[in-house]
């Protein structure tokens, strides 16, 4: 789906006439108020004498329900009620008494864009197409982020990469007033912790029955991931109910074998499919899928910035051949389920705070995982840092060694950041000079483990609508329930000690399936490893990706020495954490040699402008 939100203004004419064969909604005054290529299906809008609502994406409303809304809206305020009582993934857009409200999603799985076009502020689902027509270059000291790994700390992730236009912010909608002016307004805020998960649990799984439901509508066939893991398994229970109703979808399910000797993900995908009735259940043998890695010579068209999963791409593109064949339109994964129900050590920090009985019991646990020393987890859990103090002193290591886990556990407010060895000295400074502008940003949460979460479901997000352009090509919709804003709102509001209980494993999504997945499911103990198919990947594609490195668009830029990435291509890695590093130089090469050369900066180095 592409969309451009106008103001009602006449200079929005223009820019609405710059697309070719575009479908438009249009403001109460004639004038183009959405544009843009969409299914039918994706979008359901009313109108009356002064305001109109679209909703673009899955979303559990119809025209009848939108038309008999729309007497309650006076102001693009008023929207925030209407747009919270919808389940699914989707964007919202109003137009009040001429002045327009946009907003997506709180993952960014639906994320808003914008930039100032001539004489007004359009919006967009994407940000090179806003690029496309202010003509904007990118900017290379934003580019330089991406090599950050394991990512780029909040908010610099969310910068865009295109000079001029920026990325809707954090529980934010976009408001664009009558003379084309565009602000942000907050309307969102995280809920407070405290719903006992006895209380919570059944709120929590209505949240995600609806955001199945407004996806598994009547014909066709629906898909998803059925990867043995928790959170891949619930979702495929959901839906195989959902499934089981009259004119419902036939439901379709997928696993791609591991090449990991030892994971037994497969076992568990089969007893799964065994227990749900009427599923059709596809094996993908691991020797019959593209490795990782694999054709990272071809260009990508999705030129929004670095893509994540660019080293699995061939992976998703054959996933979604396949998908197409057995006539599915929609596929669902588990994504985000980790970051809401998995209590990571940044829980660690908070119930010290809160719980410090349940601290010390945690602690116990997770040193025991992790194998930390006392004396490093104890200074961790006491450190009180801000959020500006934290982005300090990661702008004073980035090119430090990764430090030890045993010496230094991950209870920060993000996972610990480097730059790789072979970034240049300007590409650090420009990195550094970034995040030390962003040392007044407030967290998303004053609560570490909530901050944490909130940063890998936008992460998820970020994830879930770029590979969705890959598969879309192939006409799948691809969507991760556990990434709406209701299930977020649900899974969040759970007490922090019932989602960190030890003793078994994501223990408050287990309670929330208990009666809809088998108990033998849900009392699984282990957990799948898949560092061999990276080694693998790596090994088989090496030839592919020394290429990369003649001519290297990086190094043209001044941001990497290619001689010193080669040498990291063939090098030794006993663990795995050091091929992140590799993982985000390769998304930045491709992405660069992707992007149309008149986008490219003059300047052969980062100038340290701002976008």
């Known amino acids: 789906m592409e969309i451009l939100a106008l103001p009602d203004h006449a200079a929005a004419e223009g820019v609405a006439g710059g697309l070719a064969r575009p479908q438009t909604i249009p403001h109460a005054s004639g004038r183009p108020w959405i544009v843009g290529r969409w299914l039918p299906g994706e979008v359901t809008w009313a109108a009356d004498r002064r305001c109109r609502v679209a909703v673009l994406g899955c979303a559990t409303i119809d025209s009848e329900r939108l038309t008999a809304a729309l007497p309650r809206i006076r102001t693009v305020d008023d929207v925030s009620r209407l747009a919270g009582s919808l389940s699914g993934s989707f964007h919202v857009l109003a137009a009040v008494n001429g002045v327009v409200r946009a907003q997506g999603s709180l993952s960014t799985a639906c994320q808003i864009f914008h930039a100032r076009v001539g004489e007004v502020t359009v919006a967009a689902n994407a940000p090179d197409l806003l690029a496309d027509l202010t003509g904007a270059p990118f900017a290379e000291e934003t580019l330089a982020l991406h090599l950050l790994a394991p990512a780029p700390p909040y908010p610099l992730n969310e910068r865009s990469l295109w000079r001029g236009v920026?990325?809707?912010?954090?529980?934010?909608?976009?408001?664009?007033?009558?003379?084309g002016a565009g602000r942000a307004v907050r309307w969102w805020a995280p809920p407070t912790p405290e719903t006992p998960l006895a209380e919570g649990a059944e709120h929590v799984r209505s949240a995600l029955a609806d955001a199945v439901a407004a996806r598994v509508r009547p014909g066709g066939?629906?898909?998803a991931d059925l990867s043995g893991g928790l959170d891949s398994t619930s979702l495929c229970f959901l839906m195989a109910a959902a499934a089981a109703a009259p004119d419902a979808p036939r439901l379709m399910t997928i696993h791609r074998e591991s090449l990991n000797q030892g994971n037994d993900d497969l076992s568990w995908a089969r007893q799964a499919a065994r227990a749900m009735a009427g599923v059709h259940h596809v094996v993908l043998p691991g020797q019959q899928v593209p490795g990782m890695f694999a054709g990272l010579g071809e260009p990508d068209s999705d030129a929004e910035s670095p893509l994540t999963r660019v080293h699995v791409r061939a992976k998703i593109r054959h996933t979604a051949a396949v998908l197409a064949e057995h006539g599915s339109t929609l596929h669902v994964t588990g994504d985000g389920g980790d970051e809401l129900?998995?209590?990571?050590?940044?829980?660690?920090h908070t119930l010290a705070r809160r719980h410090p009985v349940r601290w010390l019991r945690n602690m116990r646990v997770d040193r025991s995982l992790h194998r930390w020393r006392l004396t490093a987890t104890v200074r961790e859990v006491l450190n009180g840092r801000s959020y500006g103090e934290w982005l300090s002193a990661c702008a004073a290591t980035l090119t430090d060694p990764l430090p030890r886990p045993s010496r230094s556990p991950e209870i920060g407010w993000d996972a610990t950041i480097r730059m790789p060895a072979w970034a240049t000295p300007a590409a650090v400074d420009a990195v550094r000079a970034l995040i030390d502008a962003a040392e007044d940003?407030?967290?998303?949460?004053?609560?570490?483990?909530?901050?944490?979460a909130l940063r890998g479901l936008r992460k998820g997000g970020e994830v879930i609508r770029r590979t969705g352009r890959i598969t879309g090509r192939y006409g799948i919709s691809w969507q991760a329930p556990f990434l709406d804003d209701r299930v977020i709102e649900a899974a969040l509001s759970l007490r922090l000690e019932d989602r960190a209980a030890t003793g078994a494993y994501k223990p408050a999504l287990a309670a929330v399936m208990r009666g809809t997945v088998p108990d033998a499911i849900l009392a699984r103990r282990t957990k799948a490893e898949f560092s061999q198919g990276v080694y693998t990947g790596l090994r088989e594609n090496l030839p592919e990706l020394l290429a990369l490195c003649d001519d290297m668009r990086l190094a043209r830029l001044g941001l990497v020495d290619a001689d010193a990435f080669r040498a990291a291509l063939v090098g030794l890695y006993p663990n795995s954490r050091g091929l992140l590093f590799l993982h985000r130089t390769l998304a930045c090469e491709v992405w660069l040699r992707s992007v149309p050369a008149s986008a490219a900066p003059a300047a052969a180095s980062p100038t340290g402008g701002t976008a």
């Open 166 to 179: 920026k990325a809707l912010p954090f529980g934010c909608y976009l408001e664009l007033a009558l003379d």
């Open 221 to 223: 066939t629906v898909s």
């Open 341 to 348: 129900f998995y209590a990571g050590p940044s829980f660690l």
């Open 441 to 452: 940003v407030q967290p998303m949460s004053p609560l570490r483990c909530e901050h944490t």
